[in-house]
């Protein structure tokens, strides 16, 4: 088989970043480059730091990014695409138009006999109660048809404004570290899960920018994927393992 890659978190457009022209640019050489090894790529959230479809309108940009997906399903690349807390709001336009398959919650799928348990990670095993109200507004259907009447001008600013804010409200890290394995959310989530469904081989999130890899038992590992801002890191499995990766232009091999 060929192989199957990972990555998550590019919060293209983002306000809070500089040179987000080149990190598009960055993201697109590498997709270019997995093309002919690739059968499928799984998105893991945040691909866009705001993403809101309007009936007949989409944000400005991400043309390259947009292009290299639709020229990757064209080729018979299955794109994966889950949203995120960043871009919760992708309907019709990403399937219709670049070809992906969306996934709105995590799902549990099987490939080469192993079985992996994917999403973005937000809201799994959170108890922020402030990001949990958020986020419950942010996914009501009314509060999600009451945005589209706000003009695409103003939402869209709105959006990215929000995006910023929060980003610089967790300081020039972005997130905060590695909580270790008794208080980090998601592996707290991942060992809960194992409880009740112990044939999950890998749990793979993205979410909280931050590389990890970790055995949760002898025959269960779960990654974080970190990010496609400062660290460029993608999972691939092979078929028969799975491991991490930074891209490095010009030296990807896998």
């Not at 399903?73 to 871009?87: I, L, P, Q, Y």
């Not at 419950?136 to 945005?147: A, E, M, P, Y």
């Not at 998601?186 to 970790?214: C, M, Q, T, W």
């Amino acid at each position: 088989m060929k192989n199957i890659y990972f990555l998550s978190d590019a919060h293209l457009g983002s306000r809070a970043l500089q040179h987000t022209r080149q990190q598009e640019r960055r993201l697109v050489r590498f997709l270019d480059e997995i093309k002919p090894k690739a059968e499928a790529v799984y998105l893991l959230g945040d691909m866009f730091d705001f993403w809101f479809e309007y009936g007949t309108v989409v944000p400005k940009g991400y043309t390259r990014f947009l292009g290299k997906i639709s020229e990757l399903t064209d080729s018979g690349v299955e794109v994966h695409f889950f949203t995120g807390n960043h871009d919760i709001w992708a309907w019709e336009y990403l399937v219709e138009e670049c070809g992906v398959v969306l996934h709105r919650e995590p799902m549990t799928l099987s490939i080469a006999d192993q079985t992996f348990y994917i999403g973005h990670g937000d809201g799994l095993g959170d108890r922020d109660l402030k990001f949990r109200f958020i986020r419950t507004v942010f996914h009501n259907r009314l509060c999600q048809r009451l945005f589209r009447w706000v003009h695409p001008d103003l939402g869209v600013a709105f959006g990215l404004r929000w995006a910023k804010h929060s980003r610089l409200t967790h300081g020039e890290g972005g997130e905060p570290p590695y909580l270790g394995e008794d208080k980090e959310p998601l592996v707290l989530f991942a060992k809960d899960y194992l409880r009740s469904h112990p044939d999950v081989n890998y749990f793979l999130f993205g979410h909280r920018h931050i590389e990890l890899d970790l055995m949760l038992t002898h025959q269960c590992r779960l990654l974080i994927l970190g990010d496609w801002i400062s660290q460029f890191t993608y999972a691939v499995f092979d078929g028969e393992r799975l491991y991490m990766e930074n891209y490095v232009e010009g030296e990807t091999e896998v």
